[in-house]
């Protein structure tokens, strides 16, 4: 089944940018979305097909996604920007959905 | 503004069916919507169960296809979620969500709900 990677953990200086990889076989022939998710809370939608973004979310949150590896960027990082940060993608071959395994943001 | 309401007892005996209801309000369960099923067991990452479209067809998690069952309300403007034989393994914060195509983004979510698997 397909697989998606996420580093663990990403630590930032505050205004500093954090960038958050999501690794999988030719991600780049898929849509990938990603979430914000604070504690106790449920999963927020913050980018989607890729690098599309909610009208409520900030033009500091960007995507992209190219070859074996999709990108969400923080730019200008915030402490409430601290969260956990999945990515997720629908697999065609399989017809499931699969999410990374979040990466946790840190903001120092 | 489409929200999505999850009701459901919150522990759930050993080999026992763990239903939850996800009641949808500001849209109806009737367009051309998918409504699925995620789950976050505690400190971890989240794990897709699956989804219905509003027809009431379904598309399963190939690891949970043998124990899950994703059903539609339309009179009710609801759907629910059922596994059995549910497990420790199985305890988890559940949430409902809605995308609008297969490949789409899953917004909103619902308010997620704890279940525990425990005598």
């Known amino acids: 089944s397909y697989v998606l990677t996420q580093p663990p953990s990403v630590s930032v200086a505050p205004g500093k940018t954090a960038r958050i990889t999501c690794g999988g076989n030719n991600i780049g022939t898929k849509s990938v979305h990603w979430y914000q998710q604070r504690p106790g809370q449920a999963p927020v939608l913050i980018i989607y097909y890729d690098f599309d973004r909610p009208s409520w979310i900030p033009e500091r949150f960007s995507g992209s996604n190219s070859g074996n590896t999709a990108t969400l960027t923080i730019s200008r990082v915030e402490a409430g920007d601290e969260a956990v940060y999945f990515c997720?993608?629908?697999?065609?071959?399989?017809?499931?959905?699969?999410f990374g395994g979040g990466t946790k943001v840190t903001v120092l | 503004q489409v929200q999505l309401q999850q009701t459901g007892p919150g522990l759930v005996k050993p080999s026992e069916t763990l239903s939850l209801i996800c009641a949808v309000s500001?849209?109806?369960?009737?367009?051309?919507?998918?409504w699925g099923w995620i789950r976050q067991p505690p400190g971890k990452g989240l794990e897709w169960i699956g989804s219905?479209?509003?027809?009431?067809?379904?598309y399963y998690n190939p690891s949970l296809k043998s124990r899950v069952t994703i059903s539609v309300d339309t009179s009710k403007n609801q759907f629910s979620l059922k596994l059995s034989s549910v497990t420790a393994a199985d305890t988890a914060v559940y949430y409902c969500?809605?995308?609008?195509?297969?490949?789409?983004?899953?917004?909103?979510w619902g308010q997620g709900t704890l279940v525990t698997v425990s005598s």
């Open positions: 219905i479209y509003h027809s009431g067809s379904t």
């Open positions: 997720q993608v629908w697999d065609s071959s399989s017809e499931h959905v699969v």
């Open positions: 969500a809605r995308h609008s195509l297969v490949h789409a983004p899953f917004d909103p």
């Open positions: 500001g849209h109806s369960i009737s367009s051309n919507f998918h």
